[in-house]
């Protein structure tokens, strides 16, 4: 492999960091919380085969009721941490995509083809291996989940490689994952509903169309959409189709537009500092004056009217997302019991399927159908990511975890394959971050010369 070199443009580095700030920061929080996932799903896995494993089963399990009067929900715990919070999960997702889509690798078509392609190699091959090991009985209803990959696990061990993994190779990673959560959510919806409850459904469709109408009236505010949102929700939980699913229609329903853009908001903002100027009493270190305080909360207004409230919502959430519903969702999820049975269900065609389908069909299918792409000529790939390190990034796709424990509770529900799921899930998530990690530490940068 040819070593070049790049020089940039000094003058070009602002506008650049202005770009790539929002990611970097997005890679950042779901690198980290990658880590404090690690971190929750070892604790699950003592915590299940400790001697105090019963408390682990009874806690998950307890009956949690919220509701007002006569009117109330009443699920078991893990029932509400899946349909509830895994919800909010699901929110931060689809607003995500909905970024991607307006400005960022989804954005232009030949600029999205080649994650787009990767993405699609990375569901249709797994699905189909575990497909051709468990084509009949009730394994069968397991083929959804090896086709999932878990952003937040790849890019938490991405991180550990420093500098040796480019930017790009990061929004490749992600762009890969989110096209990959766009099929995961199209296969839920689907697939994963065995019963319709029109009436419910008819509910969910007023309001989906009383949120849009919100977006086009101009509101801006997030109480209406959230209000609207918990119908959304309890529509679909009512229906039959998952209730995740109405998280990220909402988020499709987020307006992302601006009222002023940058360089309003720069002259606004000048302005109001020389009002805040002018206003200051001479000599004075007093707490603000009435007219300072205008002048604050102009700025602040200013600021909310150059921010779109998807940035917002997405600033704000994301954290608990990544520090909060996630560790949640793998402390009551991760647990599998370590024990006789355990070496038996290795050996089942579920476990089997999902194993083979995370390690061999995600980077035989991100490679190849991104390779076809770049043959046809339709997509390019980035001129400072190599071939090995798409390979390698095929390796770290193979971690499914929250996505593919999510779908094997609705494929498996009570059944005891959940178990044999729950361990392919969570062996080949293990080996294919290993292999991964060994095989892009070892891979060479690629630099560019001009």
């Known amino acids: 492999m040819t070593n070049l070199t790049v020089t940039q443009r000094s003058s070009g580095s602002g506008r650049l960091d202005q770009v790539l700030g929002p990611f970097r920061q ?9 880590i404090l996932l690690i971190a929750f799903t070892v604790v699950a896995l003592v915590w299940a085969n400790s001697p105090w494993a019963a408390s682990y089963t009874a806690l998950w399990n307890t009956k949690l009721t919220i509701g007002i009067g006569d009117f109330g ?4 715990l893990i029932k509400w941490i899946n349909d509830g919070l895994m919800a909010v999960f699901f929110f931060v997702v689809g607003l995500e995509i909905k970024r991607e889509i307006l400005v960022g690798e989804l954005s232009s078509l030949r600029k999205a083809l080649f ?7 990375g569901m249709l091959v797994p699905a189909l291996i575990y497909f051709a090991i468990n084509p009949s009985g009730e394994g069968m209803r397991g083929w959804g989940i090896p086709m999932a990959t878990d952003i937040a ?15 790009s190779l990061k929004i490749f990673l992600t762009a890969v994952a989110i096209v990959d959560d766009i099929g995961a959510v199209l296969v839920i919806a689907i697939f994963y509903t065995e019963q319709i409850v029109f009436s419910s459904l008819l509910l969910a469709a007023i309001a989906l169309i009383l949120l849009f109408a919100l ?17 959304l929700w309890f529509a679909f939980l009512q229906s039959g189709v998952h209730a995740t699913v109405a998280g990220v229609l909402l988020a499709l329903t987020i307006p992302a537009n601006q009222r002023i853009n940058s360089a309003q908001f720069l002259e606004n903002t000048r302005a109001y500092l020389n009002r805040f100027e002018a206003a200051a009493t001479p000599g004075s270190d007093s707490l603000p004056t009435k007219e300072q305080r205008k002048a604050l909360l102009a700025i602040e207004n200013s600021a909310e009217e150059v921010e779109t409230p998807l940035q917002r919502l997405e600033h704000a959430l994301h954290p608990w997302v990544a520090f909060a519903i996630m560790p949640i969702f793998a402390l009551a999820n991760a647990g599998v019991a370590i024990d006789q049975g355990f070496v038996a269900a290795l050996l089942h065609p579920v476990t089997i399927g999902i194993a083979l389908g995370l390690l061999l069909g995600k980077q035989a299918g991100i490679i190849l159908f991104a390779w076809l792409m770049t043959r046809t000529g339709l997509a390019a790939k980035p001129e400072d990511m190599s071939w090995r390190q798409v390979y390698g990034v095929g390796w770290l796709a193979g971690i499914g975890f929250t996505m593919a424990l999510f779908i094997s509770n609705l494929a498996f529900g009570a059944s005891p394959l959940l178990t044999q ?7 080949a998530s293990l080996i294919a971050a290993i292999i991964g990690w060994s095989f892009l530490r070892s891979t060479p940068r690629v630099t560019l010369d001009t």
Do not use: H, Q, W
């Open 421 to 427: 799921a729950k361990v392919g899930i969570l062996v």
């Open 153 to 167: 696990f790849a890019l938490g061990i991405l991180s550990l490689l420093g500098k040796r993994a480019p930017l």
């Open 115 to 121: 994650p787009i392609a990767a993405a699609l190699g």
């Open 215 to 231: 977006n086009r009236l101009g509101v801006r505010n997030p109480v209406p959409y959230s209000i609207v949102g918990l119908v």
């Open 73 to 76: 929900l009443s699920k078991e």
């Open 26 to 34: 997005f890679f950042y929080t779901e690198a980290s919380g990658g």
